[in-house]
């Protein structure tokens, strides 16, 4: 099946940033819709963007529009999530998903990376 393994989380000062990846193997990679999302401690796990199959198409939480940037490499099979001007409410585990029916991220995820931002 698919596995999803997120890479790259970390600690970091307020205004740094980060660029997570998310390797994934198992099914054809460019036919996922690729998802991130994020749980802060004692928060539901909550939607922080998309990117389409081909990468030409990418939709953001507005918490995070302007700040973030997600991006694929299809040859390599890997989504990232590049973060900027990061503030202590970013502070969560993120993980990556794929929607490879087009109905939503059900169910394929990550294991999670935690990124810390220090105020």
């Known amino acids: 099946q698919v596995q999803l393994v997120e890479s790259g989380g970390g600690l970091v000062q307020a205004g740094g940033s980060l660029r997570l990846s998310c390797a994934a193997s198992g099914r054809a990679f460019s036919m996922a819709i690729m998802g991130w999302f994020r749980q802060a401690p004692g928060k539901e796990r909550v939607f922080v963007g998309r990117i389409s199959g081909s990468g030409g198409s990418t939709y953001y939480a507005d918490s995070v529009k302007g700040r973030f940037t997600i991006s694929r490499d299809n040859a390599k099979n890997t989504v990232y999530l590049q973060m900027n001007s990061l503030k202590p409410e970013d502070t969560a585990v993120y993980y990556c998903?794929?929607?490879?029916?087009?109905?939503?991220?059900?169910?394929?995820w990550g294991q999670g990376t935690q990124v810390t931002v220090s105020s």
């Open positions: 998903a794929a929607d490879y029916s087009g109905r939503g991220f059900s169910d394929y």
